[in-house]
């Protein structure tokens, strides 16, 4: 119990709705404490590179697939494009577990309203009920998306920041990555491009993002919504950096291969394994009862 | 007797991208000249040319540069006219041995907590190669094919390492480096179009004129034009 309820218990008044902020003060004055910097760093970060650009049939979404804890990477192959509708999703940048959670949120919230309204989720209703929710909460979640999606009104891309502000663009990146993205993007975007010079921008501005920034790595994931509400959603669309090829050219020691027939055989009575692969372990011998 | 310490830079430039091409080296920076949030000069040149064989260009404290460029200019003259080799033969200041002793001064500098605030590029073309390399204010070397300062590290060095080749002509170096100029326009605040290329080959250095970056397409796509606040449309901005 926090000391506000139990004083607010003790007096018999209501107690405060909405969320608390208190703590967020105290956190900010254990940050300023010398040896501060020593402190573990808890949250898993995507530190990422996101983007969304718009094209003559729908929208295209991509991002990489890094997760980090500071500078360890948490997660190498993770997914930061989350569906939000069935002509909607979001690319998410910042802490991990808030982007993943929001976009789960809303998403509920547009079934919900889909059910109600009997009809297709606007971009616009999401975007809404994304930016209201993080305005609310001050910046504290910290979760920096790319929307993007297909609806009555055509394609759209909204960029929304962590503190609730909104921006509707024709192409926008987002996170750690998002300079070495957005330098590709203002090179190279135009106007009305059809579908295969879309998918070609993104993975390449993924692709400056994956090389030129440490927060970012791994693969590229491409989502592609169109305006006839079909969707294409292309887990590792590129892969850049297998490390299959490396692994298998290292020379291990023959004893972490074992492979059948390495120790010769000596003689006697040979036990094939059953075809079936079980054995008199995998059954239980019970005396039959019946003689 | 006490002594101040630079704490921060206050009349600044923005960054200096610079790639080697085949046959010299190739820099380009913006001659706005920035007070903080201020546009204080758009006519600054920050490249300058070393005996007409070294390009020096850099980003950061202005005055720092200023100070630095006369002392390479005075160890210039210096080993020009009162080494005992200049005697006998014409041993001109190498970019190489430039860049290590802006290595030195500016080591120094910094192990006393007074920095040179800058990142200076260094550029020549000397026995029949280029020479490309940058300093920063803590002493850090680094000599590559494509260098960019300041912003330009984040924006225009992915657009240089996705681009580069050896085999450059000088049109492609130049169209490449005027299009992360172009970018960086776009996305540095303290950035501006009006932008000099300099150039140095075995002929020696050319700096250019400031000239501005056509920006007859930048803004003009429709779907940057069209208001989206409207109600005509979603209603979302």
Redesign the interface.
């Known amino acids: 119990m926090s000391m506000s309820q139990i004083h607010s218990s003790a007096a018999n008044v209501a107690e405060p709705s909405g969320f608390s902020f208190e703590n967020t003060l105290r956190n900010d004055m254990i940050l300023g404490l010398p040896g501060a910097s020593m402190l573990p760093q808890v949250t898993k970060k995507t530190g990422t590179t996101i983007v969304g650009v ?1 094209y003559n049939n729908g929208v295209v979404l991509g991002a990489d697939t890094r997760a980090t804890s500071g500078s360890e990477v948490a997660e190498k192959n993770c997914e930061k494009i989350h569906y939000l509708s069935p002509n909607m999703y979001c690319c998410g940048a910042g802490t991990a577990a808030d982007t993943e959670k929001i976009t789960q949120l809303v998403a509920s919230q547009l079934e919900l309203l889909r059910m109600n309204t009997h009809s297709p989720s ?3 209703t999401a ?2 009920l994304l930016k209201r929710r993080l305005f609310r909460f001050q910046g504290h979640i910290s979760a920096a998306l790319v929307l993007g999606g297909c ?1 009555i ?1 055509g394609p ?1 891309i ?1 960029q929304i920041a962590p503190h609730g502000s ?3 663009l ?1 192409y926008t990146t987002m996170g750690s990555g998002s ?6 993007m ?2 190279s975007w ?2 009305d491009m059809t579908e295969e010079e879309a998918v070609k921008l993104v993975q ?1 501005s993924i ?2 993002g994956i ?2 920034d440490l927060g970012s790595g791994s693969n590229c994931d491409v989502c592609v919504i169109r305006t006839d509400s079909t969707v294409s959603y292309r887990r590792n669309d590129v892969r850049p950096n297998e490390i299959g090829p490396l692994r298998d050219a290292v020379n291990r020691s023959a004893v972490l291969n074992m492979i059948p027939g390495l120790t010769p055989l000596k003689g006697g009575p040979v036990r094939v394994p059953h075809p079936a692969k079980v054995s008199l372990a995998d059954v239980d011998v019970v005396m039959s009862t019946s003689s | 007797m006490s002594k101040q310490h630079t704490t921060r830079p206050i009349t600044t430039g923005t960054s200096v991208v610079g790639l080697v091409y085949d046959g010299g080296v190739l820099l380009a920076a913006d001659t706005l000249l920035s007070y903080g949030s201020m546009a204080k000069s758009f006519n600054t040149p920050r490249m300058v040319s070393i005996d007409e064989r070294i390009l020096l260009g850099a980003s950061g404290e202005y005055s720092d540069f200023q100070e630095v460029v006369q002392k390479v200019k005075a160890l210039a003259l210096e080993q020009k006219t009162q080494s005992m080799e200049s005697l006998y033969e014409d041993r001109p200041l190498s970019a190489k041995s430039l860049w290590n002793y802006l290595r030195a001064v500016m080591y120094q500098k910094r192990s006393k907590f007074n920095p040179f605030w800058n990142d200076v590029v260094v550029a020549g073309y000397e026995n029949g190669s280029s020479f490309l390399g940058v300093v920063d204010k803590l002493g850090t070397t680094l000599q590559e094919n494509c260098v960019a300062t300041g912003f330009g590290a984040y924006l225009a060095m992915p657009l240089l390492r996705e681009q580069y080749r050896p085999d450059l002509s000088e049109g492609e170096a130049r169209a490449l480096l005027e299009d992360c100029m172009k970018v960086l326009f776009y996305r540095d605040c303290r950035a501006s179009a009006r932008i000099q290329l300099a150039k140095v080959t075995a002929d020696g250095c050319i700096i250019s004129e400031p000239y501005e970056l056509d920006q007859s397409t930048g803004w003009n796509a429709p779907s940057m034009i069209r208001p989206v606040g409207d109600l005509d449309g979603d209603g979302g901005w």
Not at chain 1, 179 to 184: G, S, Y
């Open positions: 718009v606007r971009v616009v975007c809404t609806d009104n759209c909204y909104t921006a509707k024709s300079l070495a993205a957005m330098a590709v203002e090179s135009k106007e390449r692709g400056a090389f030129n």
